[in-house]
């Protein structure tokens, strides 16, 4: 009877441990993949959002600035006079250092008062100044006070808007672009925003950030709907060439709808999430990686197919963006920590998915 108890227990043993040997192999050579997966990804401490670190190029015009010197700034901007998607990115560092210290985009507007990139680049940072002054809350929580000051910029950079569409070119869109943000502050009727987007289409049809604003005003939390937005979206998409990246409209939209209903994580494993994420996959993969739009719709990627349950493919976006968030992780309290989280989490489904492959590829040998 001995015998046969201390045979079950060696049996009983031998069992568990072929049960539990392989999960800690497993373990292991996931963790051990994983540490090579990690080889290359910005450790959390040194990331930073999209447009805080600027380009040489960029930085020394900006220096230039500070100093008091335009001429850069009005060169940098020429060079991209032929592409009006540029030319807007490149608005952006400019028109932050001008909503700070204006002084020396004045110097340019009095050398220079028949200069249209100036008019615009000035009234892109009177809208810059507004926004500063409302700050990002809710409205319920921002005062009368800060809502009066608010609006006397933002009509203040309606009539240099006015200003700019008489100085630039006629087939210039961005003086039109730059009033979106104006609409959404002031509340353009609807009417009224159409006639501005008539405009801007007929310039420039497929203008991507031109697009991003006008979904902005579409959506719920401003002057639209869901149904509106997604209307806009569908329409902006129907003759949307490959690599537009006007496919992100689609994964945006739904970002909006979701976060605005609260929806459960299941909302985002949609079949129509899904094939939002995946056009956006295309796209990308046609798309110029030298557009400077390219950054902010690849983290659009990477945070929907993380969404989607697909964290695994995400790791390739991660690891593309480098250092730099962007898209939605603007909108976090803590960018860094969403970030990390949702790249550490791309990077352990990585690394099980490849143990899983190992092993299956083992059991066919």
């Known amino acids: 009877m001995l015998l046969i108890s201390v045979v079950s227990l060696l049996v009983l043993v031998v069992a568990g441990a072929a049960r539990v040997v392989p999960k800690l192999l497993a373990r292991g050579r996931q963790g ?10 910005v450790p959390r401490e040194q990331l930073v959002l999209l447009g805080e670190e600027p380009s040489a190029e960029a930085a020394a015009v900006l220096e230039a600035a500070r100093a008091g010197d335009w001429r ?8 991209a006079e032929a592409d009006a998607g540029l030319r807007w990115a490149r608005l952006g560092p400019l028109c932050k250092a001008a909503a700070e210290d204006d002084k020396w985009l004045r110097r340019w507007r009095e050398g220079e008062p028949r200069s249209a990139a100036a008019a615009l680049l000035q009234t892109d940072a009177l809208i810059e100044r507004a926004w500063d002054i409302r700050t990002g809350r809710l409205a319920a929580e921002v005062s009368a006070e800060q809502f009066r000051r608010f609006h006397k910029v933002l009509f203040e ?14 087939q210039d869109p961005n003086p039109f672009v730059v ?10 009727p609807r009417e009224a925003f159409r006639a501005l987007w008539v405009e801007v289409v007929a310039r420039d049809p497929h203008h991507l950030r ?7 005003y579409w959506c719920a939390k401003w002057h639209g709907s869901h149904e509106l937005m997604h209307s806009f979206v569908d329409a902006a998409l129907v003759d949307a060439p490959a690599g537009s990246l006007l496919s992100v409209l689609r994964v945006q939209a739904f970002y909006e709808q979701h976060t605005r209903d609260g929806a459960p994580a299941d909302a985002y494993r949609t ?8 056009a956006l996959l295309a796209d990308l993969a046609q798309a110029d990686p030298a557009r400077p739009q390219v950054q902010d719709a690849r983290a659009w990627a990477a945070w929907g197919l993380v969404k989607n349950a697909r964290p695994a493919q995400a790791l ?27 790249r ?15 092993r299956s590829g083992d059991m066919t040998l």
């Open 344 to 358: 550490e989490l791309s990077l352990q489904a990585a690394a099980r998915a490849w143990v899983s492959g190992q």
């Open 157 to 170: 950079a309606e009539k240099t808007a006015l200003e700019a569409v008489e100085l630039a070119p006629a």
């Open 72 to 79: 850069p700034a009005a060169a940098y901007l020429a060079e």
């Open 316 to 342: 390739e976006q991660f690891r593309l963006m480098g250092r730099e968030m962007a898209g939605p992780w603007r909108y976090y309290e803590d960018p860094r920590k969403v970030f990390d989280a949702m």
């Open 32 to 41: 051990r993949r994983a540490d090579e997966l990690r080889v290359g990804l």
């Open 271 to 278: 079949p129509e999430f899904t094939a939002a994420v995946d």
């Open 179 to 188: 009033q979106i943000a104006i609409a959404m502050g002031l509340g353009w």
């Open 210 to 216: 031109a697009h991003e604003g006008a979904l902005q």
